[in-house]
T-cell receptor
Framework: SQKIEQNSEALNIQEGKTATLTCNYT??????LQWYRQDPGRGPVFLLL?????KEKRKERLKVTFDTTLKQSLFHITASQPADSATYLC???????????????FGSGTRLQVQP | DADVTQTPRNRITKTGKRIMLECSQT?????MYWYRQDPGLGLRLIYY???????NKGEISDGYSVSRQAQAKFSLSLESAIPNQTALYFC????????????FGPGTRLTVL
């Protein structure tokens, strides 16, 4: 079966450290992968996108890697702050077999808690 | 983000009732989506629309229907609500080009008793 896996256990780190979140997938060949941030009771917010031919993408304190051989993306937050505490979702852009349309398929997310 | 709005924000209803969730957007995007979110299951796609005449089923469309009244409006209906449809529902929009970056509404918390 096809699936996207993110660590369901919360990640707790100290302020100032680098947080690393993992997104693994099986049986997909996505053209690109996206990361979103979701705060409690709110809708997800887009953070970064990385294409299949890109190994790494950076935006301020955020870095995403994409290894299509390992079928894995890593999401890093450097110099983490308590304000970074949230749930982070990865999403793969995939063709829907029954419609031929592209749509996002989301992982279940990993909750990050940054301790001051 | 006020660009994508959802009404109602919270709704409690009873089994068997028909209920409609509404989504409006001012972003001018052609593509609109409905997702549900359950604890531990992440976001799952219910329906999506690429324009007013283009409606597509998502992963979990059974028990739901949609209407795209205009480019800016996309409604989700539960014809006969059941308790396992209790969830957080999100509407989203995107341009689709060049990438499918999505913009989400604030969500509707639906409880079916």
């Amino acid at each position: 079966s096809q699936k996207i896996e993110q660590n369901s256990e919360a990640l707790n780190i100290q302020e100032g450290k680098t947080a690393t979140l993992t997104c693994n997938y099986t049986n997909y060949s996505p053209a690109y992968l996206q990361w979103y941030r979701q705060d409690p009771g709110r809708g997800p917010v887009f953070l970064l996108l990385i294409r299949e031919n890109e190994k790494e993408k950076r935006k301020e304190r955020l870095k995403v890697t994409f290894d299509t051989t390992l079928k894995q993306s890593l999401f890093h937050i450097t110099a983490s702050q308590p304000a970074d505490s949230a749930t982070y979702l990865c999403a793969l852009d995939l063709y829907q077999l029954d419609t031929g349309r592209r749509a996002l398929t989301f992982g279940s997310g990993t909750r990050l808690q940054v301790q001051p | 983000d006020a660009d994508v709005t959802q009404t109602p924000r919270n709704r409690i209803t009873k089994t068997g009732k028909r209920i409609m969730l509404e989504c409006s957007q001012t972003k001018g995007h052609d593509r609109m989506y409905w997702y549900r979110q359950d604890p531990g299951l992440g976001l799952r796609l219910i329906y999506y629309s690429f324009d007013v005449k283009d409606i597509n089923k998502g992963e979990i469309s059974d028990g739901y229907s949609v209407s795209r009244q205009a480019q800016a409006k996309f409604s989700l209906s539960l014809e006969s609500a059941i308790p396992n449809q209790t969830a957080l529902y999100f509407c989203a929009t995107s341009t689709g080009v060049p990438y499918n970056e999505q913009f989400f509404g604030p969500g509707t918390r639906l409880t079916v008793l």
